[in-house]
């Protein structure tokens, strides 16, 4: 039975990537449209996988050296091993694999969904939503496979083949080495989503500024010389990055839960490895539930409600995770069980997890408000734009800030809740159940960035306003999916990162963090601090990299004379040349500062300080992300309202008009919170909170720990009695902690 479930793991995320591998034949066989439409689209492309090229190159030195290091670490503790330099490898493989993946098919399915908007609304949504999905269950699929897998070896290694308990010292060898597997994809996500954010935020402010504002002309039009580089950013930024992001989480979540799992003595039916188990199971089983979702994802007419109908295959797959969870949970686990003291039912582990749905679909829905047009938060920034660019800015910070209030709220709700039902398992779990549906997260994620190369591709070719009506409605759609993938995200984020914190504490063998030791409450100051200096990092690597990309536009429309009357074509490779050395450049300070800081805090003062600072980047982190993601997501949205018209003080305003200027300004500064920073958040935190997980057995204050009322010994006496004449063999088993 132990071998049955184990195995069912990767067996479901095989099953993913079956899925995918068919909706991604039929999308490749979608029409294509016409050789402008197709040449069009091969830029981008091609500047796409120019752009992953590069950046793989660099990241394969740094992923050798991470890997040589960590396999001499492994040598040094006995809680760790050499193997953890091959589980990096192959972590930070495939989250550049799933990235991979999802760039490949979203440059695929835009022309596609473009040519399909030629014939109805229906149809694009479907071509572009298929390629979102073919993206969600790639790397759902991929990490489901490689963590379970991974798993299978290391536990027949350190612990079957040995003979060993699974509370004990092999079983967190396991875990360990394990760690290494998402350690390797938090650093590969964390890279590609800041240098993606920098290279698609620097076009898009390239092309915003010199396109739109000077030159008069739309940002997508065929004559801008930055257009190019801005489609090629949706991809690299929004699709690579957000794949390789949340791969990082979805692995960073299941691996936190195995952790404290490990310390629960289970006498279960699956040798006492059920609440280890379970995260994958869950993680396994959300990959089957999303894909009937996506099911649902569908309109009838030209009047359907998309954002409607990408709710409703959302929600169904969440109820089906929900009810499945109910019957996995009483199969799994034993009626009663602790941790680190604290009692509790299995019911009461079913009841984490849906309050982790729960705080999931509240995030997405508050979100939403947040960043959809028509609601009162971009109708408030709209309504500030009639008095200028200024008052246009104030309205975006005003919204963005007030934004965190109801999120922040249901987190902290959901983190109380979750503790009172199962203590720090049922906080982990209750990530686990948030992120079991991340391949249907991430297709409607995908969805946006497809969608707005689509309407791009229309303008480009100058295809009829139909068509372009049709792709802006999934471009709107796909604004706020983008800002609710990134809410959820950030959640998440918050979730794990205690769940890593709790298991960071345990190896690390300290009681508590106690703040009135100044000491820890300096390491609190500049955990606190971390991602206000990161943001900056990232911020200003946009406004560098924004400045040569308008001198460069600004220097084609001065010395290719023609562009404006489409005599000449523009040199959109010089632009996509910008974007992508000044991304690769200026992505390394930000993610040094989120490798070295725990390794340097943690060996110079100890476990408990490194412990403060990651308490502080987790609370300013997640303000942070949730404040510059819904700020710039609706800033976007209040730019985009004025191509169909706003009414401001009783007047109608369209595009070009002195308001719409003002919007085009927050939007244009919205674009780095919303792209690059802000969703950069998240894997800093949890990024953070494995290299600490990581270093632990090596800066371990001593042998006390909260894992000590849970060492199991297992006593096994055998004795022969002669009953009625015959022998019987006897056999007792006490189990101690």
Known sequence: MEEALIYMVPALGVVGLIVMAIKSAWVVKQDTGDKNMVELAGYIADGAMAFLRAEWKVLSYFAVIAAIVLGWSGMLVETSHPTIAISFIIGAFLSAFAGYIGMKIATKANVRTTQAARTSLKHALKVSFTGGSVMGLGVAGLAVLGLGSLFIVLYQVFVVSTGAGVNGLEMEKVLEVLAGFSLGAESIALFARVGGGIYTKAADVGADLVGKVEAGIPEDDVRNPATIADNVGDNVGDVAGMGADLFGSYVATI?????????????????????????????????????????????????GDVQKALNMGNWSSIVFTGIASFFVVKYMLPETLSIRGYEFTNMDVFYAIILGLVVGTLMSIITEYYTAMGKRPVLSIIKQSG????TNIIGGLAVGMESTVLPILVLAGGIYGAYEFAGLYGVAIAAAGMMATTAMQLAIDAFGPIADNAGGIAEMSQLPEEVRGRTDILDAVGNTTAATGKGFAIASAALTSLALFAAFVGIAKIDAIDIYKAPVLAGLFVGGMIPFIFSSLCIAAVGRAAMDMV????????????????????????????????????????????????????FAFGPEVLGGTLAGVTVSGVLMGIFQSNAGGAWDNAKKSFEKGVEINGEMYYKKSEPHKASVTGDTVGDPFKDTSGPSMNILIKLMSIVALVIAPHISEGTHSPLAENVVKKEVKKEIKIVDGKKVETETITITR
């Open 255 to 303: 691996l936190a839960t195995m952790v404290l799992g490990r310390e629960i003595v289970s006498l279960d039916n699956f040798g006492g490895i059920a609440p280890i188990l379970l995260p994958m199971v869950l993680a396994g089983l959300g990959i089957v539930f999303s894909i009937m979702g996506m099911a649902f994802v569908t309109i009838k007419d030209e009047k």
């Open 551 to 602: 001198n460069e536009v600004r220097r084609q429309f001065r010395e290719i004379p023609g562009i404006m009357e489409y005599k000449a074509k523009p040199e959109y490779e010089k632009c996509v040349e910008i974007s992508t050395k000044a991304s690769i450049r200026e992505m390394i300070a930000p993610g040094a500062i989120a490798l070295l800081s725990p390794i340097i805090i943690g």
């Open 387 to 390: 008095t200028g660019h200024a």
